[in-house]
């Protein structure tokens, strides 16, 4: 089993509003990252975690607000968001290790639509 | 500074011909590199990789060369299908478990 699993798969917010992102895993990889694609883009990094503590932050504002509660859930909590956030925000996980371990599984993404 | 390179943003193959997409690096300490498929709309979809001990590797329509010495490496995709058009990201990394770097993506059209 090779899946990581998102939800909402679609959510409308306004500006004002609080939301979380939502992301699960039991592939039992201890690395989850949460990243940013708009059209015609790859993926940006936004977050990673590793065995469930934050280590990397790539600059991300503070109305990105990630949690990991867990070795199997990661969530994004969204606060006072711009229209500019509007995007597909994806989850993935990777193992730990060399090789076939570091293949990065992605999530079918949460597509965000602020207005 | 970008170190994985797409240089071609977009493809064009017919139905049943080979496609072969192409992705060049420039970090030497990358050893293992992968590719993903992607839709619009959905994440990307894991397809294949390759570790730097390998030269090729094949899964079913799918194979990847790694030209380590030349810092490239290529998808070739035969036969080519209708299904297959879409975006394919090339992406590396090294061992220490750092983050993938992704390249631009290739949009990939396969013409019936």
């Known amino acids: 089993d090779t899946e990581v699993t998102q939800t909402p798969k679609h959510l409308v917010m306004g500006m004002t509003n609080k939301k979380s992102l939502k992301c699960e895993q039991h592939?039992?990889?201890?690395?989850m990252y949460w990243y940013k694609q708009k059209a015609k883009k790859p993926p940006e990094l936004m977050f990673v975690?590793?065995?469930?503590?934050?280590?990397i932050n790539e600059s991300v504002p503070s109305r990105f607000s990630p949690e990991c509660p867990n070795s199997s859930l990661l969530n994004l909590h969204l606060h006072a968001l711009q229209p500019e956030d509007s995007a597909l925000y994806l989850c993935?996980?990777?193992?730990?290790?060399?090789?076939?371990?570091?293949?990065?599984?992605f999530g079918p993404g949460t597509r965000l639509l602020v207005l | 500074d970008q170190q994985v390179k797409q240089n071609s943003p977009s493809l064009s193959v017919q139905e049943g011909r080979i496609s072969i997409l192409n992705c060049d690096y420039t970090?030497?300490?990358?050893?293992?590199f992968l590719w993903y498929k992607k839709y619009p709309a959905e994440g990307p979809t894991f397809l294949i990789s390759?570790?730097?001990?390998?030269d090729k590797n094949e899964d079913g329509r799918f194979t990847v060369f790694l030209n380590k010495s030349a810092k490239h490496l290529s998808l070739h995709i035969v036969p080519s299908q209708p299904g297959d058009s879409a975006v394919y990201f090339c992406?590396?990394?090294?061992?220490?478990?750092?983050?993938?770097?992704f390249g631009k993506g290739t949009r990939l059209s396969v013409i019936a």
């Open positions: 993935a996980s990777r193992g730990q290790g060399s090789g076939p371990r570091e293949t990065q599984y």
């Open positions: 592939m039992g990889h201890r690395a």
């Open positions: 975690y590793s065995y469930e503590k934050l280590s």
């Open positions: 970090n030497s300490m990358f050893d293992y």
């Open positions: 390759i570790s730097s001990i390998k």
């Open positions: 992406a590396a990394s090294n061992s220490g478990n750092t983050p993938l770097v």
